[in-house]
Structures are given as structure tokens and as C-alpha cells.
């Protein structure tokens, strides 16, 4: 892909942030991401973005891990070493249900908690030893930065910006 | 306020119906005792005929035994529907307790709401201890088998506990109980209504303070009502899980019936200032507690289970072997049910689908409670038949009638609540 230029608003608080996002979604501009130090309620409706999948994964997930500790218990408890539970020698799964039910709570719980962390980690592209995408350090303090791509309106772009209150516009050269 | 009256009325005539259907099944009941006798003596001939040689001494004994279990029907059926409903107005009246504890600001917009269907609390719990105390004087100890005198000569077990369980004590329990639940509930409606008009926030503080102080009374209250009203339905058997089991069981029907009359009222456009996130929270907790009601359901059954201790399993051993569809069939309503169906997000915010699953978690639920007090008092005689379907509706109608009658007499948004305009604006 050919090099892009992009503009980098910076604002200092996330309610000016919000109606900011909304102006510019008002002017038909397109955000391309946006940087906040910590998690803004609703800026996600507010860019537009699809909403997240992550539960459905993070029930077939919970169903994995169900599956798996049924699948083990029976055949650790029932089949390869037949186990008296509780004085009551049945044999059957079923019937010595209500022992195992902790387990399979716990293992359905257990697979889907971890494997969602890491499904969105990489979802997010996040991964070891990556390095950072930040632009800016200042947005891990206390700077919210909105990253806009620019088709030959810079002018009319930072006029914009500028009067939804943005502290700071620096046009940036992506390279990809 | 003509729109509150328009629903008195038509509840009232409702109403009617529903007393004459439930003096129908106080016949029917009746006819049904007389009709058993006849079934027991031909069972009886039956008996003699097929084993001449059997004991007829112990034939008589056991017919009398299903004889009397047969009487006991219609009052268990009176008292579980009488119970199920006094327990969602009690378990309202702690939700209820708990948002001003907590200071919620999500929930003050359904708090005229709640204040309605804990209006039903007073009446409720009066005639369900009136049935209770009523089954051991006018009644021949149909609900309570400790009751009994005879009963207690021959066992030693509930001899040992007679310093608890006896009628007395129990009539006086119940009414401090009672009374306690009553004052705070009288209070709390009052500085609710003072505070609507009101220039500072004292009454709301008042509010605040007995609420605390009524969660406390509460949850010691709550667990003794529950061993005396249900668990001592089987005098020798105990679980000291029981009080927070009936709890769960009650917080969760109180929060699914003040989200259908929300429903109710906000479709008839009353509540104009209710939105969909409030009902997305309501329904939360109808998942949420569920689930907790499930989780001490089983922490109860598994240790009495794994254990299998003759004197505590016997609980389980009657409910699984003569009650094998209501035991299981609870297990489904009340827990894979609302697990499935109030699991994602976008159908906790509609209201048909959210209808639908709070109708099935309240059948549940009432399920639960036939299952604590039926097999204790008829035994494998049971069914849900006329008795059982006429008390549900007779205590229905009651609770619907004092419900909207309490609902038409005061605004239904509770607008001198400090948290009123956060709760409005509340956005999920």
C-alpha cells in the first residue's frame, strides 16, 4: 500500500473527546482509530463500530470446556478406574453426576475465561513481543488522540478539528 | 389516576371470578375427601380380597394414612399458593431494601413499582400464617405433622425440639416477623411519599437508615420464617442452607414479577420514563439470580447426596422417587431455561421474550415451593389438579387486586428521590 497521510488531533478530556467524535462522524469524515488512556463508555457507538463477537466465542468456549471435562471425568472416573463415589458403586456417569457437576463448572468456566483473554489479544494484535502502535506516548497519561485520514482536505479537516477542541493537530506521514 | 381506577375495577371483577372459582375447589376439595373415603374402603376390600391372608390391621393404617394425606391436599395447595405469593412481595421488599442501602441510582424510577407489590406483603403473610395456625387448630394437623400432640407423644425426635416447635411459639414468631416486615414497609412507603414532595433530603436519609436496619431483621427473619413455615414440614429432617434457598427463590420471583408489571404499566404508556436498559438490568438479575438460586440448590442436594446419610437423604430419596417430573422438571425452568434463553445481551431488552422467560422462572419457581411442602403432607398423592389451579388463582387475583389498587394511589414515578434524575438519564 502507498504511503498515506494521516492527521493526529489531540484532546486532553474524554466528554470533549465524545462530542468531538460525533461532529466529525456528523461531517461524513472516517476515524480510523482513536487512542485513550483508559476505556471511554460509549465511544464505541459512537465511532460506528460493529459490535463485538467476543461472547459468541466465549460461549462455544464455556461449551469446549464442558465438553472436555465431561469427556475426561468419564473416562478417568468411570471407565479406566471404575470409582465407588460416595458409597454408591453405579458406575454411570449419569448417576454420579451431581460429583463431577464442580468440575464441569469449573473447566466450562476455565476455558472460556482464558481462551477469550487470548482471543482478544489477538484480535487485538496483540501478541509477545510486539512492538507498540501507539503514535503518541502522551495517550497512556492523559491525552485522547484521534487518528483521521486525509484525502486532499487537510484544511478543511483541521478546521474542524480545531473547533470541536482539539489541543493539538499534527499531519503525519503513514508509512505501510 | 382514571386509568389506575379503570384497573381496579376490572381487577376486582376479576377478582370475583377468581374467589368462585377458588370456593369451587374448597367443594370440589370437599367432595374429594368424601370421594376418598369410598376410594379407601374399596381399596381396602380390594386389599382383604387380594391377600386374605394379609395384615388388616395394617391395611386400615395405611388407608387411613392416604385418607388423611388425601384430606391434606386442598390445604397444602392453599398454603403453598398463599406462601408463593406473600414470598414475591417479601422478596421485593428486600430488593427493594437493598437499592436504598446501596444508594442505586439505576432503580429509583421502579420504585412505585415495588412500593405496590409490597403492599400485598401485610395481607399475604397474615393469611399464610392464618393457614398455618388454622391446619392445627380448626384443621386436623394438616400442614404441620408436629402440630399434632398424638404425633408428638410417639416421637422423640420432635420432642427434642418441641421448645421451638410448638403452636404457641410459632403463632408468635410468625407475627413478630410479620410485624417487622410490616413497620419497615409502612415507613419506607411513607418517607417515599413525604420525599416526592419535600425541600431537603431527610426523609430520604430516614429511608436510607431503616433499610439498613431492615436487612439486618431480614435476613435473620427470613431464614427462621423459612424453617418454620416450609422446612418444618418434615419435622426430623434440616438443612442450614434452607434459609438462604428459600431466599434465592423469592428474591428471584420478586425481581421477575416487578419486571412484568413494569412491562405491564410501561406498555399501557404509564411509565413513560422507564427504558429499555432499566428492563436490560432487571433482567440481569432474573439471570443472575437464577443461577444463584441454582448454585445453592445444589451445594444443598450435593452434600446431602454425597454424604447419604439415612436422615437427611430420606429429603431427597420422596422428592426423586414420587416427585420425578416436579423435581427435574423445576431443574430445567428455573435454571437451563433462563440460562439459554437470558444468556445474550440484545434479548434481555425485549420485552416479549423477557415476558415469556419471567412467566416460566415464576411456574418454576412455584414449583419449588410445591416441592418443598407437598411431599411432607400428601406424600406420592399429588397432582396439580383443580385445588392447586383454584388457589393459584384466588391468591393471583388477591395479589393482583391490592397490587394496582396500591399502584393507582400514589404518582408512579417517585420524583423527590435525589437519584430520580440519574435513574432517567440511566443509560446502559
Redesign the interface.
Known amino acids: 500500500m502507498e504511503s498515506s497521510k494521516v492527521i493526529h488531533a489531540i484532546y486532553t478530556d474524554d466528554d470533549v473527546l465524545m462530542s468531538a467524535v460525533k461532529q466529525v462522524k456528523a461531517a461524513k469524515h472516517h476515524i480510523e482509530e482513536i487512542y485513550t488512556p483508559f476505556p471511554v463508555h460509549g465511544l464505541d457507538k459512537a465511532m460506528g463500530l460493529a459490535p463485538t463477537r467476543l461472547a459468541i466465542c466465549a460461549f462455544i468456549y464455556g461449551c469446549i470446556g464442558l465438553t472436555v471435562a465431561t469427556t475426561m471425568m468419564n473416562f478417568i472416573m468411570i471407565e479406566d478406574w471404575p470409582q465407588n463415589i460416595g458409597g454408591k458403586p453405579s458406575f454411570s456417569y449419569l448417576e454420579n453426576m451431581p460429583a463431577f457437576v464442580p468440575i464441569m463448572f469449573e473447566l466450562t468456566v476455565f476455558f472460556a475465561a482464558h481462551l477469550m483473554v487470548i482471543t482478544f489479544y489477538l484480535r487485538s494484535r496483540m501478541w509477545p513481543f510486539k512492538s507498540a502502535e501507539n503514535p503518541d506516548p502522551r495517550t497512556t497519561d492523559d491525552h485522547f488522540l484521534m487518528e483521521i485520514p486525509v484525502h486532499n482536505n487537510e484544511t478543511e479537516l483541521s478546521d474542524l478539528l480545531k473547533e470541536t477542541g482539539a489541543v493539538e493537530i499534527k499531519l503525519v506521514d503513514k508509512a505501510h | 389516576m382514571g386509568v389506575g381506577y379503570g384497573f381496579m375495577s376490572s381487577h376486582k371483577s376479576l377478582e370475583e371470578v377468581k374467589t368462585m372459582l377458588a370456593e369451587e375447589s374448597a367443594h370440589h376439595g370437599g367432595g374429594h375427601e368424601a370421594a376418598t373415603t369410598h376410594a379407601v374402603d374399596a381399596h381396602d376390600n380390594h386389599g382383604e380380597a387380594a391377600h386374605a391372608e394379609a395384615d388388616a390391621h395394617h391395611g386400615d393404617e395405611h388407608a387411613k394414612h392416604v385418607q388423611h394425606q388425601l384430606a391434606n391436599r386442598p390445604w397444602s395447595a392453599l398454603y403453598v399458593a398463599a406462601f408463593f405469593f406473600m414470598m414475591i412481595a417479601l422478596g421485593v421488599l428486600a430488593f427493594y431494601a437493598i437499592q436504598f442501602a446501596a444508594q442505586a441510582g439505576w432503580s429509583p424510577v421502579l420504585f412505585r413499582v415495588m412500593e405496590g407489590i409490597t403492599a400485598y406483603l401485610l395481607p399475604g403473610a397474615i393469611i399464610v400464617l392464618l393457614i398455618a395456625v388454622a391446619s392445627g387448630t380448626i384443621g386436623h394437623y394438616n400442614i404441620f405433622v408436629w402440630m399434632d400432640p398424638e404425633v408428638v407423644a410417639h416421637d422423640e425426635l420432635i420432642q427434642g425440639k418441641s421448645g421451638w416447635l410448638n403452636l404457641p411459639a410459632f403463632a408468635i414468631r410468625g407475627l413478630i416477623f410479620i410485624a417487622g416486615w410490616a413497620t419497615y414497609r409502612h415507613f419506607a412507603r411513607k418517607f417515599s411519599l413525604a420525599q416526592d414532595e419535600a425541600t431537603d433530603n431527610s426523609n430520604f436519609k430516614r429511608s436510607f437508615r431503616i433499610a439498613a436496619g431492615f436487612l439486618v431483621f431480614f435476613i435473620y427473619s427470613e431464614s427462621m420464617m423459612s424453617w418454620d413455615w416450609i422446612m418444618s414440614v418434615d419435622p426430623h429432617w434440616f438443612s442450614t442452607l434452607f434459609g438462604w434457598y428459600v431466599f434465592a427463590s423469592m428474591f428471584v420471583s420478586g425481581i421477575t414479577v416487578i419486571a412484568l408489571i413494569t412491562m405491564y404499566l410501561k406498555s399501557k404508556d404509564l411509565l413513560p420514563f422507564v427504558n429499555d436498559s432499566h428492563l436490560h438490568d432487571l433482567a440481569k438479575f432474573m439471570f443472575g439470580i437464577s443461577i444463584f438460586w441454582t448454585y445453592l440448590w ?1 451445594s444443598q ?2 452434600l446431602i ?4 446419610i439415612p436422615e437427611e437423604v430420606t429429603y431427597f430419596v420422596t422428592r426423586i422417587e414420587d416427585y420425578k417430573l416436579p423435581f427435574f422438571g423445576m431443574l430445567v425452568l428455573n435454571f437451563l431455561f433462563p440460562l439459554l434463553i437470558l ?3 440484545d434479548y434481555k431488552r425485549i420485552p416479549w421474550f423477557v415476558v415469556m422467560a419471567g412467566l416460566v422462572i415464576l411456574f418454576g419457581h412455584y414449583i419449588d415451593i410445591f416441592n418443598m411442602i407437598m411431599p411432607a403432607t400428601v406424600g406420592d398423592r399429588w397432582f396439580i389438579g383443580i385445588p392447586e389451579i383454584g388457589s393459584i388463582l384466588l391468591f393471583a387475583g388477591l395479589f393482583i387486586f391490592i397490587v394496582f389498587t396500591a399502584l393507582s394511589k400514589a404518582p408512579l414515578l417517585a420524583k423527590g428521590n435525589p437519584y430520580i434524575k440519574e435513574s432517567e438519564h440511566f443509560h446502559y
Open positions: 445444589f442436594f450435593m447426596w454425597y454424604s447419604n444468556m445474550n445481551s
